[in-house]
């Protein structure tokens, strides 16, 4: 009879299950972390006793908890704390703004990092800032921008921090751009390799241990705030196993982890691929861990050699001719341990090249059940992906398009871009396939602009990509971010939907998902997020149930402290005035116009339009705060 008694029971909702046997119910029974059963009110508190606490959900919609099938978690949380975020901020005037106030609090010798997770086109301004408007804000605080993966800006406080000069040589795969002097002028190209990127951003002070477990907190609940409850992390450059890990170990260790987190193995060091997975399938069990934290297999980085990085304002690269041998040495140690894997390819020419090393190691070893897969395949072309299938391997697709679509156009054309990737072929031709973000540095965590994105079509700076056989409806896009994901992380059947016996992961979306217009749907939130039965975040009419409480950001000079996360929602009337209210941003754009005046306090469609100086940071009514011109 205790194996039938719920810990906690939710009621009066309008749950939608994705349990095709039973797609709708009011209320769940919650034991030991999982669903125990999906029914009516009456059904469900019937099976409650004293002890059963009882939750009324107050009539409001209830969708299974998102999860993310490719993102940077470990390493982003380790740095969350320290890096200002404009993902989501609709003006660029608003976002110098937030640089120049976060430059006046931070100590030396600290950057201030601004790192992905935003493009240039999201911007009313449809521009970044210049290096001279980031040197009038910051002359003595290093400042490092990161846009996608194609450039970093640095003012001259940061190369002087980092040590480039004139004599510093041209790092291969990129470029440190020059004056007529030689000296660097602070902008750095990947050409198309984003190693300088990210080398350049290693050098800047790190937080100690303590802070990074905070940050990581910060960065969970900001990912609860928004509806994630679970993540596959690809691992990443700079990220190295098991000193990074360190981190998410400990909270795992302390019952602290409030997104359930499976975790890839990324190699290096070019060159000395086949010796770390050697390595690693011998010291590291495929699924070690919890349901919380644990291991999902190799990648995304299998060899350097396949990496065809996705800038998109670069002409595409060839793959080396070692490209097939340097992969079959790895495939083969992978496949030879069951161990799971996933490829980063953009471009179908990899990815053929890629198949036709996996079809050699199929001829020896099945690699049917092994849940290998691709990761982005933005180009990928119908014969491939029913080579995909052929083999039982699936496809992971992310939002990367909705913050590079314009720049894919301006070098592909617009017929081009019209799959990129071909997501509705896809699932008719029966291939696993699955959504994510790739956050944070290509583009933002925020899951409600992936799902929009699917469903509108559209970029972020309001581009229309796809014509309307590749675009999904609702259910089909949140079945991509909840139970196709299952099968990416061996987990079908366990979590994904809201039915007896799967994780008890489930959230309460700010609006009704199904129902608000198709333009407000990158708006959403999450009010309630529960996670194996426990309220990680709660807000709204939801606070009280909230627990997980957060010590605050450390360092007391975090941007996140605040500016919390996307869309600078921690500031909603100041820096996140015209990110946060969709209709009155809509409006806004209508007329060409996306900033408040603070001054005349009103909002100016002329401003942006005219040829007066009114973005100017440093002219008369810029240095009042004043962003629209008077007339």
Not at 214 to 238: C, P, Q, Y
Not at 396 to 417: N, S
Request: glycine share 8%; proline share 6%; with cysteine.
């Amino acid at each position: 009879m205790a194996d039938s008694i719920p810990d906690i029971v939710f009621h009066n909702g309008r749950i939608t299950t994705l349990d095709r046997g039973n797609p709708a119910a009011t209320a769940v029974a919650i034991k030991d972390g999982k669903f125990l059963a999906v029914g009516s009110d009456s059904d469900m508190l019937a099976l409650a006793t004293p002890a059963t606490r009882a939750i009324d959900l107050l009539g409001r919609q209830v969708l299974p908890g998102l999860y993310d099938n490719h993102t940077h978690v470990v390493r982003g949380g380790l740095n969350y704390n320290l890096e200002l975020r404009w993902d989501g901020v609709r003006s660029l005037a608003d976002a110098l703004d937030m640089l120049r106030r976060q430059v006046a609090i931070t100590p030396a010798p600290q950057w201030v990092r601004v790192v992905g997770g935003f493009t240039e086109h999201q911007f009313a301004e449809k521009r970044l800032p210049t290096i001279d408007e980031i040197n009038a804000i910051a002359p003595d605080t290093p400042v490092f921008l990161l846009h996608l993966y194609d450039r970093a800006l640095l003012n001259g406080a940061a190369l002087r921090a980092v040590g480039y000069t004139k004599d510093t040589p041209q790092p291969p795969g990129g470029e440190i751009t020059r004056d007529a002097n030689g000296n660097p002028t602070g902008l750095l190209l990947a050409k198309p390799n984003a190693m300088i990127l990210y080398s350049t951003l290693a050098k800047g002070p790190k937080l100690p241990f303590d802070y990074q477990v905070n940050s990581t907190r910060h960065f969970m609940r900001e990912l609860n705030r928004l509806g994630v409850t679970g993540l596959i992390d690809a691992g990443g450059g700079f990220q190295n196993y098991p000193e990074d890990y360190a981190v998410i170990q400990k909270l795992a260790d302390e019952g602290q982890m409030t997104v359930r987190l499976a975790y890839n193995l990324f190699t290096q060091k070019p060159k000395e691929e086949k010796e770390d997975f050697l390595n690693w399938t011998s010291s590291v069990k495929y699924k070690q861990g919890t349901d919380y934290f644990r291991h999902n297999g190799a990648g995304e980085m299998l060899v350097f050699s396949a990496a065809d990085f996705e800038d998109f304002r670069q002409p595409r690269p060839d793959m080396p001719p070692e490209m097939e041998g340097e992969l079959e040495e790895v495939v083969r140690i992978l496949a030879q341990n069951n161990w799971p894997w996933r490829l980063h390819a953009t471009y179908d020419e990899t990815i053929s090249r890629a198949l036709d090393v996996f079809e050699k190691v199929n001829q020896d070893i099945p690699l049917r059940g092994i849940n290998w897969f691709f990761d982005h395949a933005e180009t990928i072309s119908d014969k491939s992906i029913d080579r995909v299938a052929e083999l039982g391997g699936g496809i992971a697709v992310q939002h990367r398009m909705a913050y590079q679509g314009e720049y894919f156009v301006e070098r592909y054309g617009a017929k081009a871009a019209e799959a990129t990737p071909p997501i509705a072929k896809i699932l008719d031709r029966g291939v696993k396939v699955s959504a994510g973000t790739d956050a944070t540095r290509v583009a933002s965590y925020n899951p409600w602009v992936s799902l929009s994105w699917m469903i509108t079509g559209k970029t972020v700076g309001g581009m229309r990509l796809y014509p309307q056989h590749n675009l999904l409806d609702r259910e089909t896009a949140l079945r991509m971010w909840t139970e196709n994901v299952a099968w990416f992380s061996n987990e079908e059947n366990k979590r994904g939907r809201i039915q007896a016996g799967q994780f008890a992961d489930f959230i309460v979306p700010s609006k009704d998902y199904f129902g608000v217009p198709e333009d407000e749907i990158s708006f959403l939130t999450s009010h309630l997020t529960v996670v194996g039965g426990r309220i990680v975040y709660g807000e709204e009419q939801f606070l009280s149930l909230d627990d997980n409480p957060v010590p605050p950001a450390m360092p007391d000079w975090s941007p996140t402290r605040l500016f919390k996360g996307y869309g600078a929602w921690g500031e909603p009337e100041g820096a996140g005035k015209n990110s946060l209210q969709p209709l009155r941003y809509k409006a806004i754009a209508s007329c060409g116009c996306a900033s408040a005046c603070g001054l005349h306090g009103h909002d100016h469609a002329r401003a942006w339009a005219s040829k007066v100086p009114a973005s100017d940071l440093n002219g008369f009514f810029g240095a009042l705060g004043c962003s629209c011109w008077a007339v």
